[in-house]
């Protein structure tokens, strides 16, 4: 069987200016990630991120201190490849479109609770929604994004992506047979931690989820556990 494992990306900068970019408990949760990844996996046979900052130097981060290499079967390296369609949901889009918070005017859990009513909205309106992307467009731009993954790994390959919650939520999501109602994407999205480590296998059967947000590697390290 092959294996992906999907990466949520460290601890943005919640309340600053410039929002994706770690914090610095974010590069340490990326470290982490790097270590742990070390442990339990061989060589990457693909290594992929989204394109937005905070995906990118979770990538880079994890992958320098896992020191195991991206390596093809001819043994040449690979690269990490950036693919937009690892990137996560316009969180302004659907706030401008559903609610009327915003980050700079409100609190963490404020924010929180209006973005989760927001994102419920979304969810509910569907293909007819007023946002750029739609949820139902959201969910397929992503599975399309891991079906390529899946397709470039050989037999016994692994690959992983550094990502985001609501993109793990949404393939977790459908893997689990329950995209299209919505429900399930927001009590996953809602509980993925920054850097949990959520693992897929594919074989004859198909793609299963195996393990979903795992953070076991935080516990009494030197690292903080954060969902937001």
């Given at each position: 069987m092959g294996a992906v494992f999907l990466v949520r990306h460290g601890q943005a900068s919640f309340g600053e200016a410039d929002y994706d970019r770690l914090s610095e408990p974010g590069r340490e949760q990326a470290v982490a990630v790097g270590a742990e990844l070390a442990r339990r996996t061989g060589p990457f046979a693909s290594v992929r991120c989204g394109s937005l900052a905070r995906q990118r130097d979770t990538a880079t981060l994890a992958l320098g201190a896992a020191g195991t290499p991206a390596v093809a079967p001819s043994g040449v390296a690979y690269e990490l490849v950036e693919d937009f369609r690892w990137n996560e949901y316009d969180h302004i889009d659907v706030l401008t479109h559903h609610s009327p918070v915003r980050?700079?005017?409100?609190?963490?859990?404020?924010?929180?609770?209006?973005?989760?009513?927001?994102?419920?909205?979304?969810?509910?309106?569907?293909?007819?929604?007023?946002?750029?992307?739609?949820?139902?467009?959201?969910?397929?731009?992503?599975?399309?994004?891991?079906?390529?993954?899946?397709?470039?790994?050989?037999?016994?390959?692994?690959?992983?992506?550094?990502?985001?919650?609501?993109?793990?939520?949404?393939?977790?999501?459908?893997?689990?047979?329950?995209?299209?109602?919505?429900?399930?994407?927001?009590?996953?999205?809602?509980v993925t931690v920054n850097g949990g480590i959520t693992k897929l296998v594919s074989g004859r059967g198909g793609v299963h989820l195996l393990s979903f947000n795992e953070h076991a590697h935080f516990d009494g390290g030197p690292a903080p556990l954060t969902y937001r």
């Open positions: 980050r700079e005017e409100t609190e963490p859990r404020a924010f929180q609770a209006g973005l989760d009513a927001a994102l419920a909205d979304w969810v509910a309106a569907g293909e007819d929604g007023p946002c750029a992307e739609t949820f139902p467009a959201f969910a397929a731009r992503t599975r399309a994004a891991l079906d390529e993954v899946i397709a470039s790994l050989g037999k016994g390959e692994q690959g992983v992506v550094f990502t985001s919650g609501g993109v793990i939520g949404v393939l977790c999501a459908g893997l689990l047979g329950s995209a299209a109602s919505g429900h399930t994407f927001l009590a996953l999205q809602r």
